[in-house]
């Protein structure tokens, strides 16, 4: 069973709104992951971290950023959330030679 | 870049029925690849994966071969069950530089009873 946690599972926030997707894992894994998933099911990679300190954009174009202070934490945030971030977000974990690990993923609505 | 293309869905198909779900990928080098499973309202959950050519990844009566000549990774399984009912994702992880995993689009599989 895979130590990564998603929190909220849902969220439904107004339109303006800053908001904070979190993201931990308890398996000291250096690399980690924020995908989106559309309603359409395709996943797109949004951030990705190396290790601490270390994150960079990834394959899609994405207005949220990320921090990765700790080696088991790696929030997401959206400084003015908008109804095009409608979506779901999925964090993932892994090293060099592991498989990755996800999270139950957070379904974030916006009004 | 790196690719993953596999078979549109909804795959149908009633319990005990044999399931082929299609998937190839273009990358350089020696990518590994996975078959990630989808429940509803969940994460993805690894069900079988395979590191290198001709090995055979193997979970829960899924099986697929990566085959570097044809650059498959096609999952079966003989007999689908009605708890098999979720979105199936193949997925490959290059074997330099940025190694995210790259997916497919998903194939929502649906066994009736």
């Known amino acids: 069973e895979a130590d990564i946690y998603q929190t909220p599972r849902y969220l439904v926030i107004g339109t303006g709104k800053k908001i904070t997707l979190e993201c931990s894992q308890t398996?000291?894994?250096?690399?980690m992951y924020w995908y989106q998933q559309d309603p359409g099911m395709e996943l797109h990679l949004i951030h990705y971290?190396?290790?601490?300190?270390?994150?960079e954009k990834g394959d899609l174009s994405s207005e949220s950023t990320v921090s990765r202070i700790r080696t088991e934490h790696f929030p997401l945030t959206l400084e003015s959330a908008r109804p095009s971030h409608t979506s779901q977000y999925l964090c993932?974990?892994?090293?060099?030679?592991?498989?990755?690990?996800f999270g139950q993923g957070t379904r974030l609505t916006v009004v | 870049g790196n690719s993953v293309t596999q078979m549109e869905g909804p795959v149908t198909l009633s319990e005990e029925a044999f399931l082929t779900i299609n998937c190839t990928y273009t990358?350089?080098?020696?990518?590994?690849l996975f078959w990630y499973v989808q429940y509803p309202g969940e994460g993805l959950q690894l069900l079988l994966k395979a590191t290198k050519a001709d090995d055979k990844g193997s979970n829960k009566g899924f099986e697929a071969t990566y085959r570097k000549e044809t650059t498959s990774f096609h999952l079966e399984k003989g007999s689908v069950q009605v708890s098999d009912s979720a979105v199936y994702f193949c997925a490959l992880r290059p074997d330099t530089g940025r190694r995210a995993l790259t997916f497919g689009s998903g194939t929502r599989l649906q066994v009736q009873p």
């Open positions: 398996m000291g894994h250096d690399k």
């Open positions: 993932a974990s892994s090293t060099s030679n592991t498989e990755a690990f």
């Open positions: 990358a350089t080098g020696y990518p590994s």
């Open positions: 971290s190396y290790g601490v300190n270390s994150t």
